[in-house]
């Protein structure tokens, strides 16, 4: 039995679905079970890390656990009850989603948000494996409505590229991690196959589209407002500008060959994503 947690998150809904294709007994985890749609086969069950007693309950029975944590400020805690709750309840592996950049001091606050659930799968005594993508093409599904409204997109990174990876090959590599025990001990990076600005990826979009996609411009003061005004806290504001102005200086100019040597082949293009995807921003 496989435990995966953000059972329908962005990662976590392939999770599920690829195991489930290859004939694994899965359990997703959801705090809305209501909600879930999943392949058939699947057991749902509710649980919320907040509530250790529903996550022990998920956990009975399993032996690998994929976790997607709580990302924030002060959430490395949630991602340490969840390995000890593993622990306890005898699973065998955990793999760990992470992010690109955990660890830079040059990153600042958001760079910390993931060390203590890291550290906890390297100290659990579990096989372990970290998963730590770049940006998801996903992301620009934010962009639909301004897209189909004719507004501009966004752009709070500027000149920085990132090496945008597809959701879908993330999950591929999850699975793998989940399944195959040389995966243990080992940190994957995970970007995709090209550097891409959000001025590129509209660009993109725009010859997938067939009509104009613009950018603005949105510099950090603005930014922060919005996300004020969107009810977020000061301190993850404070992460998420942290974060962006690290794109825009280009620290996060990073291709590597992690989706290669996982899975044998080079990853999706974040072309190939939004042709997979037009039907989101083209709208009815």
């Known amino acids: ?43 749902v069950v509710g649980g919320d890390y907040r509530e250790p007693g529903s996550v022990a309950a998920a956990l009975a029975g399993a032996t690998a656990l994929f ?23 005898g699973v065998r592996a955990v793999v760990k989603l992470s992010a690109i950049g955990t660890g830079d001091p040059v990153l600042g606050p958001v760079g910390t948000w993931h060390l203590g659930g890291e550290q906890a799968v390297r100290d659990s005594g579990l096989e372990w494996a970290v998963l730590r993508p770049s940006a998801f093409a996903s992301n620009t599904l934010s962009w ?37 025990p040389r995966h243990s001990g080992r940190v994957h990076t995970l970007t995709g196959p090209e550097l891409l600005t959000t001025a590129g990826q509209a660009a993109i979009l725009a010859g997938v589209l067939g009509r104009p996609v613009r950018t ?36 996060n100019a990073v291709v590597t060959d992690g989706v290669r040597r996982v899975l044998g082949r080079e990853p999706r293009t974040y072309e190939r994503w939004a042709r997979d995807h037009r039907a989101a921003f083209a709208g009815g």
Do not use: C, N, W
């Not at 809305?32 to 086969?41: K, L, M, Q, Y």
């Not at 897209?147 to 699975?175: K, M």
């Not at 992460?239 to 200086?249: H, K, M």
């Open 67 to 89: 976790a997607v944590g709580v990302l924030g400020p002060g959430d490395a805690e949630q991602d340490a009850a969840l390995v000890a709750l593993a622990r306890t309840a």
């Open 216 to 251: 603005e411009d949105v510099p950090a003061e603005a930014a922060r407002e919005r996300f004020l005004a969107a009810g977020m806290s000061e301190t993850y504001v404070e992460g998420v500008l942290a974060g962006t102005a690290y794109v825009r200086q280009g620290r």
């Open 144 to 180: 639909a409505e301004p897209i189909r409204s004719g507004d501009p997109v966004p752009d709070l990174t500027g000149p920085g590229p990132q090496g945008v990876v597809d959701p879908r090959d993330v999950a591929e590599v999850a699975v793998e991690a989940l399944l195959d």
């Open 1 to 43: 039995m496989i435990l995966v947690t953000g059972a329908t998150g962005t990662i976590g809904s392939h999770v599920v679905r690829l195991l489930a294709e290859r004939g694994e007994k899965v359990r997703a985890l959801t705090r809305d079970p209501s909600r879930a749609t999943t392949p058939p086969g699947v057991e």
